[in-house]
């Protein structure tokens, strides 16, 4: 593969991510790190990583290019992409490096950049300029060297984490994904008195992959739930941005109705709270907000396009149907571990079960992500269109079409050749039968 098609397949529109050594090298990770660096106009940064095998030297080729660019780096080791939002605010750098594909199975890799007070660099706020040096090689390098600090700030996260915070008494059953987020909820845990049983830790050999949205990575988890006392269970992605919340039963919670929960809670202390929601997340997500008079606001589905709204709206919290969960307190960024200590708190005040606290949310029938490989993205919108054409439309992301009684959003994937399509209906038999026009549409 030659290198323009290369950098032309691993620049995403939230980050860079691709195979290790066929698409994605040191090579490129040093000369990205260089741009990037001139991108930010940065003097010191913060460079972190998670725990895939190919981290490593992908992490030295990044110093190693920040290094010829004269920038002084704090390495802060092995550790989850929410960790690295909150040193980068907690050092007062002007940015960062993680090294990370999320998600991804082991044999991708992949860099997040951030820009000061962790701003996501995007499509929009220039990782397409980025891009365009990379491939140009229009930086300068220079003769003077920065320095790298290495720093563990491990104690003043847990510290950061639990601020506030009392013994919660809980007892807890947490998948890892075998990432950097089970060593810092077992150090958290041992704060709060939390009895935390980790499936999949950081030391344990990768069993599935880092995808908790994935019913068969989620298996073990809820076996584990089923088979013991519990009072909830978590299930992270690799590099913990993302949390999808479990009933002790091992049924799956919907996170637009633990965003809900969330909302809900925030809204009693604060009733002039504002909130953003993904176009494709459960409506009594809005629904909770309007009911208790705070202000809501819809953005387009994906990190970046979140943390800019809640920037922007000066947002309190936000949620996406994915499992991200944002926070004004969080630097208006992600966080899979902050979300558990928020509900946990939650738990902990009211004494009630997740499911008597989550009850009243649950009043759609909801489809769940369909994905669907088609042909031509463009075809299939406009005749999905057609076939609703007496809906009320909106294009912010994709097409999202309103009916009295239903609704469904349709989307073409940020980083797969897929449309995703998500349907929430008042009943379960309207549901099944627009489940079924999409089917007969798409495939």
């Known amino acids: ?105 082991p044999q991708y890799n992949g860099l997040k950049i951030s820009k000061q007070k962790a701003a996501p660099v995007g499509e929009n706020s220039g990782l397409f300029e980025i891009k365009k040096m990379v491939l140009e090689q229009n930086f300068v390098e220079n003769d003077a060297k920065g320095e790298i600090f290495k720093k563990d700030l491990s104690d003043k996260y847990i510290e950061f984490l639990s601020k506030d915070t009392e013994n919660i008494n809980l007892k807890i059953a947490a998948d890892f994904a075998c990432g950097a987020s089970s060593k810092i909820v077992k150090k958290l845990s041992q704060k709060l008195h939390i009895s935390l049983t980790p499936l999949c830790s950081m030391e344990d050999k990768l069993k599935h992959e880092g995808n908790p949205l994935k019913d068969e990575n989620v298996k073990d988890l809820k076996e584990k739930l089923q088979n013991n006392d519990f009072d909830l269970g978590a299930a992270f992605d690799t590099d913990a941005d993302r949390v999808f919340f479990f009933e002790p039963n091992g049924k799956r919670i919907d996170s637009g109705i633990i965003a809900s929960m969330l909302a809900e809670n925030y809204l009693k202390k604060d009733t002039k709270a504002r909130f953003v929601g993904s176009v494709n997340i459960s409506k009594s997500f809005f629904d909770t907000v309007k009911e208790n008079k705070g202000e809501y606001y819809k953005s387009r589905v994906g990190h970046v396009f979140l943390k800019e709204a809640m920037r922007k709206y000066k947002a309190t919290f936000g949620a996406e149907l994915s499992g991200h969960f944002y926070f004004k307190d969080f630097y208006f960024a992600d966080s899979g571990i902050f979300t558990l200590v928020q509900v946990l708190r939650i738990l902990a005040e009211t004494k009630k079960s997740i499911s008597e606290l989550t009850e009243k949310y649950e009043k759609y029938y909801r489809s769940g992500e369909l994905n669907f490989k088609v042909k031509n993205k463009e075809k299939a919108l406009e005749e999905i269109k057609n076939f609703y054409k007496e809906a009320e439309l909106s294009e912010q992301d994709g097409i999202t079409l309103k009916f009295p009684n239903f609704w469904l959003n349709v989307r073409a994937s940020n980083t797969e050749p897929l449309l995703r399509v998500n349907i929430e209906a008042n009943s379960k038999e309207l549901l099944d039968e627009n489940i079924k026009h999409i089917n007969i549409i798409l495939l």
């Open 1 to 105: 593969m030659k290198q323009k098609e290369k950098i032309d397949k691993i620049f995403k529109a939230y980050d860079i991510r691709g195979l290790y050594k066929k698409e994605f090298d040191e090579n490129l990770a040093k000369k990205i790190a260089q741009a990037a660096a001139f991108f930010l106009n940065a003097k010191k940064l913060i460079v972190a990583m998670d725990n895939r095998e190919s981290s490593e030297p992908l992490k030295q080729a990044v110093l190693e290019g920040l290094m010829k660019q004269n920038i002084n780096v704090i390495d802060i080791g092995i550790t989850t992409t929410p960790m690295f939002y909150w040193a980068i605010n907690k050092e007062e750098t002007d940015g960062g490096i993680m090294i990370t594909a999320s998600h991804n199975p």
